[in-house]
């Protein structure tokens, strides 16, 4: 779409999102506010800019009379330059999924027990970083380990309510191995061990984006387990679901009822499936998405995290930062802007070849 086209998008949404019927239903409303969000940042751009070259050509006409308005003139030229720049990155295409909620999941992998205790550090941190950014979260499902981590744990993570950046803008980079090197609490010679976690992040689908034939589905139910794998219960709670047409299988155990561990385990299920139909459609999301290690091996990483240097490494952009320990309690704003700025580059690029 040309600049004309969204920018009347916008107005049709504008006065769409007056009218109060449309707020009775509330998926209506969520899906308009969120692309109204989108591209509010456009137009107000658009409309600075425009204003912008109104004073400039005022100031030129006037500054043969009055030096004062050349300097402005000069001041508003820059500041114009400033704004196309900042329109045409606005323009770039975006990433379909870039407005949506995202399902992470966080799995432990080699490295045992150091692992899982790892994974908990992780889950941690992105529960932080969520709580900084105003986003909410909700522990869909999990499995501890002995000592206290987690050998997988799925989480949730929703903006509230619309929101110029979606959270998988941020959040789809985090997709990958991610790679600890620290002296374990089990160890016992102070010597630095290597593990690995896996993480896995999709765009949260809505019953519009997947449809699901229940004649494709078998349904499990079972006895939900802790640590150690004692019985946590006395039900059959638990439910695992195989989505027979894909083989992908989720489970959820986490919620007392089977009922809402089954309307858990549909989400991350639509999810994963949202996910896998656009590898499918596009073959850049797909290079994007396989990228994220699905084997939870140490030579396949993204992100380094070294403990006795402090030090946090992405792999995949060059970053380097020595505030591990701000990163781990949530500050994790600047790593993941190195992401997004890299793609924005690639995405100029690609433009402007086409």
């Known amino acids: 779409m040309n600049l004309d086209d969204l920018i009347s998008e916008y107005a049709g ?4 999102l007056a009218d109060p019927s449309v707020h009775a239903d509330q998926s209506l409303a969520r899906k308009l506010g969120k692309r109204y969000a989108e591209l509010r940042p456009i ?29 402005e003139a000069e001041d508003l030229a820059k500041r114009r330059t400033g704004l196309e720049e900042r329109l045409r990155r606005l323009l770039v295409p975006r990433d379909p999924s870039d407005g949506k909620d995202v399902i992470l999941e966080v799995k432990a992998g080699e490295g045992g027990e150091e692992s899982a205790l790892f994974a908990g550090d992780l889950l941690r941190m992105y529960l932080r970083y969520a709580e900084r950014a105003g986003w909410k979260t909700e522990i869909l ?27 998988w803008t941020r959040l789809k980079f985090e997709g990958g191995v991610h790679r600890v090197q620290r002296v374990p609490a089990t160890e016992s010679q102070g010597r630095i061990h290597t593990s690995a976690v896996g993480v896995l992040v999709s765009p949260e689908a809505e019953d519009v984006d997947v449809q699901v034939d229940p004649n494709d589905l078998r349904i499990d139910v079972y006895r939900s387990s802790g640590p150690g794998g004692q019985s946590v219960n006395t039900t059959d709670s638990a439910v695992r679901i195989t989505h027979l047409p894909t083989g992908v299988v989720v489970s959820c155990q986490n919620e007392k009822s089977q009922l809402q561990n089954k309307e858990q385990a549909l989400r991350i299920l639509r ?9 499918e459609a596009d073959a850049a999301a797909s290079a994007e998405r396989k990228s994220q290690v699905r084997t ?17 490494s992405d792999h995949r952009v060059g970053y380097k930062a020595y505030n591990l320990d701000q990163v781990l309690d949530g500050d994790l704003h600047n790593v993941t802007q190195a992401l997004v700025d890299a793609e924005m580059e690639r995405r100029l690029a690609e433009a402007q070849k086409s």
Not at 13 to 16: A, D, K, L, Q
Not at 271 to 279: K, P, V
Request: glycine share 6%.
């Open 13 to 16: 949404i504008e006065e769409r």
């Open 43 to 71: 137009v107000e751009t658009y409309r600075e800019l425009s204003s912008t070259e109104d004073d400039l050509a005022a100031a030129r006409e006037l500054s043969g009379e009055d030096a004062a308005f050349a300097a």
């Open 141 to 167: 499902d999990s499995h501890p380990s002995d000592l206290g981590g987690y050998k997988d744990v799925t989480v949730a993570v929703k903006a509230r309510g619309a929101q110029e950046e979606g959270v």
């Open 271 to 279: 999810s994963r499936l949202l996910a896998m139909a656009q590898e």
């Open 296 to 312: 939870v091996d140490r030579s396949e990483r993204v992100r380094t995290y070294n403990y006795p240097e402090n030090r946090i």
